[in-house]
Each structure stands twice: as structure tokens, then as C-alpha cells.
């Protein structure tokens, strides 16, 4: 089998720290639904998270967002995360060649790893998107337009292609398809949430990475994979090459390589920090308020937010945000701000 095919390798019970897991599981398909907030409807049916379930979506099928949204998981190190009134089909789910076209809302799709020869491809009306490199990519259907936030993407219409990179957009209208740049600051709610769901993803993927260390001959590191997180309640990334990072900044790390980033430091603080009285990971998150999780129904984050005092967090991740007081700490939940 190929490496590209090994897809999801989950630790399903690990119920006390230095445990090996129950379980592992393997997919060779895109589609599982990593998170459900609010109203969120597969194939016409809510999406309603319950213990031990995962939510996969089916090719052909459509996942829509009414006052709602959704985090999906593409090929290993990708993810679509969907805003309020969205919604996509999932056209091809074979991981090297994964295709979806793009009904109405917005989509975003951060890209931190895709194995060579791996392809994502978004349909948007008589156009087609393809995307094979890392970046961050936004899909929106009013106007139709798609943004490069970092990466490169290539648009295929009847009168040819056009090659995107960082800051440039693509808009339709009656005369075609119009070039034009962008502020890559130019950000909203969606885009916001993205980057406390990678920040809380990676979060994950480093405590995941240092238990797997521990056992990382069971786990094999045959290749990058989803990892689910009990404590998180999320499904995280592992890379298996070498640590990765993501567009929005932060890193995933091996079992090999863990050791670089964590360090454990016992927090203190108060007030709108929050505190932590357990030990800490460098570059830390903020606390969250019960993420709904599709694949476990587990609630993520809760609680004050864990700050790092480490010195040793890498450069590529960035101060988090504020947990803890009445925001409760973004990184779980993220409230639309």
C-alpha cells in the first residue's frame, strides 16, 4: 500500500497519560467531519455528534451550513472549514485526487502538507481550481471568487489557465474571469476561526506527538496521518517526514521531533489568562468552550486559557490569544469576532 493511502492513524482510548491506544484506524478517503457547530446538514440529515461515531462523507453527498459551521478533513494536513449558509459536494474522495465543487457561501482550505502527487481540486461554476502546493485558499460563491492567502493555485477555464500566488484573486462576472490583487490582511469571522482552529489542531498535535513518542514503534511514522486527541476532542495531524508548518503559523511535529518543542513549565497567572496548574507546551492556546466534535462528540477546550512562559517555542508560532474571562478563550470555540 501506498504511504499516501495510510491516511488516519487515531488513538481511540487513550485514557491515562503513557497509555498506547485501543485502536488505530485507517481511511483511504477525504471527508471526515472534524466539527460540527450549530446547524450543519449531511446529505439532508443534521450532523449530530455522538461518542465513538465518525462522520464521513460519502462521494456525491453534500455538507451544508445553515446557522452554522464546519471544519472537514481533506488529504492528511488539509482542511476545508466552511462559514454560516455553505455548502460543497464532495465530488471525488481518493485521496490523491480529491474533488469538490463549491454550491454557495465560503470555503476555506489551509493546506500544510500534501504528499507529492496529491491533488485538491474545487469546482466553481464552468471553472475548476487546482491546488498542490502548502497555502491557504479562499472559495466564495458571491461574487465567485478565489483568493491565494499564501501558496499557489491554478485556475483551468475555456480560455485557459491562470496561476495564483500570494495576494492575487480570480473574480467572475458576465466577461469572464477578472485578475486582481488583494490585502491578505483583509480578513473576517471565517478566516478568524481558522486560525484558532489551527492553533488548537496543533495544539492537539503536540500532545499527541509526545505520547506517541512513547510508543512510536507501534505507531510506525510509515506516513503523515490524522491522530485523534481525547483530550482535545479533535482529530489532529502528524506529520511523518519532518515537522511542518501551517499557513497560519504554527507547527505539527513527528514523534521524532517533539522533543524540540516541548518543554514542560508550570503556569501561573490569573485573571483574564487564566492559570495552569499542570505542565505546559511552549507556544501555548488559548482555553476553549466546548467545540462540538463530529468524529467524538467530545466538547474541546473549557476553562481559563493555557498560557507557555517557555523559551523554547518555535519561531513560526505566534503569541496566542487571550483565554480565559467572558471570551472564555477563543481557540476551542471561536466566537465569531
Not at 92 to 117: C, P, Y
Not at 258 to 264: F, G, K, L, N
Amino acid at each position: 500500500m501506498k504511504p499516501s493511502r495510510i491516511v488516519l492513524l487515531a488513538a481511540i482510548a487513550l485514557l491515562a497519560p503513557g497509555m498506547l491506544p485501543a485502536q488505530n484506524m485507517i481511511s483511504a478517503r477525504a471527508g471526515l467531519v472534524n466539527v460540527a457547530d450549530g446547524e450543519v446538514l449531511l446529505a439532508g440529515k443534521a450532523v449530530d455528534p455522538k461518542p465513538s461515531e465518525i462522520v464521513q462523507i460519502g462521494r456525491g453527498e453534500h455538507l451544508r451550513t445553515g446557522e452554522g459551521r464546519a471544519e472537514v478533513l481533506l488529504t492528511p494536513g488539509s482542511f476545508l472549514r466552511m462559514s454560516e449558509q455553505s455548502e460543497f459536494s464532495l465530488d471525488r474522495t481518493d485521496l490523491e485526487d480529491v474533488s469538490l465543487t463549491l454550491k454557495q457561501g465560503i470555503l476555506l482550505i489551509e493546506i500544510a502538507e500534501l504528499l507529492d502527487g496529491n491533488l485538491i481540486t474545487v469546482k466553481m461554476d464552468d471553472a475548476e481550481v487546482r491546488l498542490s502546493k502548502a497555502g491557504l485558499y479562499r472559495f466564495s460563491s458571491d461574487p465567485m471568487t478565489v483568493r491565494v492567502y499564501d501558496g499557489e493555485a491554478v485556475l483551468k477555464t475555456s480560455a485557459g489557465e491562470q496561476r495564483l500566488r500570494k495576494s492575487r484573486q480570480m473574480t467572475a462576472s458576465g466577461d469572464g474571469w477578472t485578475a486582481g490583487r488583494f490585502d491578505t490582511d483583509d480578513t473576517d469571522y471565517l478566516h478568524r476561526w481558522s486560525r484558532r482552529r489551527s492553533e488548537y489542531v496543533a495544539m492537539a498535535n503536540r500532545s499527541s506527538a509526545r505520547e506517541a513518542s512513547s510508543f512510536v514503534g507501534a505507531w510506525g511514522g510509515r506516513t503523515s496521518g490524522w491522530y485523534f486527541n481525547p483530550y482535545f476532542g479533535t482529530f489532529t495531524f502528524m506529520p511523518m517526514f519532518a515537522p511542518v508548518g501551517s499557513p497560519f503559523g504554527f507547527m505539527y511535529y513527528t514523534p521524532f521531533t517533539i522533543y524540540r518543542a516541548y518543554q514542560p513549565v508550570y503556569g501561573g497567572g490569573g485573571g483574564g489568562r487564566g492559570a495552569s496548574s499542570g505542565p505546559v507546551f511552549a507556544g501555548g492556546i488559548a482555553g476553549g468552550a466546548g467545540e462540538r466534535s463530529a468524529s467524538r462528540g467530545i466538547s474541546s477546550g473549557g476553562g481559563g486559557g493555557i498560557i507557555s512562559t517557555g523559551a523554547s517555542a518555535p519561531a513560526a508560532s505566534p503569541a496566542p490569544s487571550s483565554g480565559g474571562g467572558a471570551r472564555g478563550g477563543a481557540a476551542g470555540r471561536g466566537g465569531r469576532q
